[in-house]
Nanobody
Framework: QVQLVESGGGLVQAGGSLRLSCAAS????????MGWYRQTPGKQRELVAA???????NYADSVKGRFTISRDNAKNTVYLQMNSLKPEDTAVYYC??????????????WGQGTLVTVSS
C-alpha cells in the first residue's frame, strides 16, 4: 500500500511564506511526476506546480515567481515553497504522485490535503 502524507499548512498573513511537504511511503519501486494541486469550495481542483522525476518543473501562471516546487528523490518527498502569499492562495492543497508500486503497477496517489489560509 502506498500513501502520501502532507504537512506544513496553516494560517499566514498576506505577504508571508509557508513550506508544504509531502512524503510518499509504502511499497515503492519508483516515482514519476509529483505535483501540488489546490481546491476551494465550489471550484475544481487546479494544478499549482508539478515536477518530473528528472527535475523539470511547471507552474500555474498565478503562482509563477512566488512558488517553488522541489523534490528529494532519496526521501520520496516533494516540497512547495510558497512566498508572497495572497488571500486568493487560500485553499486546501493536495499532493499528487505517479508511483510505480509493488508488481510494477502504476498508481496515481493523492494525499489527504492540507489547509492553507492567507489572511489579508
Amino acid at each position: 500500500q502506498v500513501q502520501l502524507v502532507e504537512s506544513g499548512g496553516g494560517l499566514v498573513q498576506a505577504g508571508g511564506s509557508l513550506r508544504l511537504s509531502c512524503a510518499a511511503s509504502g511499497s515503492i519501486f519508483s516515482i514519476n511526476a509529483m505535483g501540488w494541486y489546490r481546491q476551494t469550495p465550489g471550484k475544481q481542483r487546479e494544478l499549482v506546480a508539478a515536477i518530473s522525476s528528472g527535475g523539470s518543473t511547471n507552474y500555474a501562471d498565478s503562482v509563477k515567481g512566488r512558488f517553488t516546487i522541489s523534490r528529494d528523490n532519496a526521501k520520496n518527498t516533494v516540497y512547495l515553497q510558497m512566498n508572497s502569499l495572497k488571500p486568493e492562495d487560500t485553499a486546501v492543497y493536495y499532493c499528487n504522485a505517479g508511483i510505480i508500486g509493488q508488481g510494477y503497477r502504476y498508481l496515481e496517489v493523492w494525499g489527504q490535503g492540507t489547509l492553507v489560509t492567507v489572511s489579508s
